[in-house]
């Protein structure tokens, strides 16, 4: 009964899943019919359900250089237009810093160069879309388990939250800005890295620039791009609207997983 329920929001979000066969460029897995259906499914069921097949450690596929998608799609903001980002961006990053805060005993202001001295991790992976297009890339960053030890989280911390740089309306008060959350078996998971390079170079600004969230089990909009801070959390209710991401508090699922 569980395993059929969790193949058919696998089927509905994923047609291609399981054939896992080789895609030359960003493929149409999905009609959007399917999608938003999957996107209404039963999420508690589906988080048991997953948690009775995979193993907490369980690894994402991961594929060969030659099936690395020769265009993967850049989507939602691709070009964020903040004074402060647009600053950053034009001085090459340079004077970036990534904020590590919230419930954690030593708070880490990291720059570009310390993040990638930090313990890395190389993977390739499929990028799955909601909407309905998947791509393969590989990417390379730091390891947020090993970042998150070395912050030391206290003891109530149970969600990372990554707050981004860009915003996807023209609100101006901050109540459409981009941010996302996972708990931490996912935070501390082996291929959940913060990725600075994407294909062998440089992340580049319409996929996140200068560092984006990977974590591959998860759907595309939970790899969070152009991730300024990061925040320990007990809960997720004080942030926006209390769902623990922008298109949560839209109505897609928390636990995004795949
Ligand atoms: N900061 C930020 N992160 C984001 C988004 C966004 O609009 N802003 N879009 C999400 C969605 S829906 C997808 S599919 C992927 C797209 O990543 P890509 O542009 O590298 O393809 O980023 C995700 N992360
Ligand atoms: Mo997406």
Redesign the pocket.
């Known amino acids: 009964m569980i395993r059929s329920m969790f193949n058919r929001r696998r089927v509905a979000a994923l047609i291609a899943a399981s054939g896992a066969a080789a895609l030359g460029a960003c493929d149409q897995i999905a009609d959007d019919d399917k999608v938003a259906r999957a996107v209404g499914s039963a999420e508690v069921l589906t988080r048991k359900a997953q948690r009775l097949i995979l193993s907490p450690g369980q690894l994402a596929p991961e594929y060969k250089e030659s099936e690395i998608s020769r265009f993967?799609?850049?989507?939602?903001?691709?070009d964020p237009d903040s004074d402060a980002y647009v600053a950053l961006r034009d001085a090459g990053f340079r004077d970036w810093k990534l904020e590590v805060a919230g419930l954690v005993e030593h708070p880490l202001s990291l720059s570009l160069d310390q993040l990638r001295a930090l313990p890395s991790r190389t993977q390739i992976t499929r990028?799955d879309?909601?909407?309905g297009w998947s791509?393969i890339g590989k990417w390379k960053g730091a390891k947020l388990g090993d970042l998150l030890a070395r912050a030391k989280l206290k003891p109530q911390a149970k969600y990372i939250v990554f707050h981004?740089?860009?915003s996807?309306g023209d609100a101006g008060d901050g109540s459409d800005d981009?941010y996302?959350s996972i708990g931490l078996a996912d935070a501390f998971h082996p291929q959940t890295i913060l990725a600075y390079d994407m294909n062998d170079a440089p992340l580049e600004v319409?996929?996140?620039a200068p560092i984006?969230l990977r974590v591959e089990r998860h759907l595309?909009?939970?790899?969070?791009?152009?991730?300024m801070k990061l925040e320990a959390v007990a809960s997720l209710d004080h942030l926006h609207g209390g769902h623990g991401g922008?298109?949560e508090d839209r109505g897609y699922e928390w636990y995004g997983g795949i």
């Open positions: 993967f799609k850049p989507n939602g903001s691709t990028h879309c909601v909407e791509c981004c740089a860009d996807l981009y996302e319409p996929h996140g984006r595309g909009y939970k790899q969070a791009k152009y991730v922008y298109w």
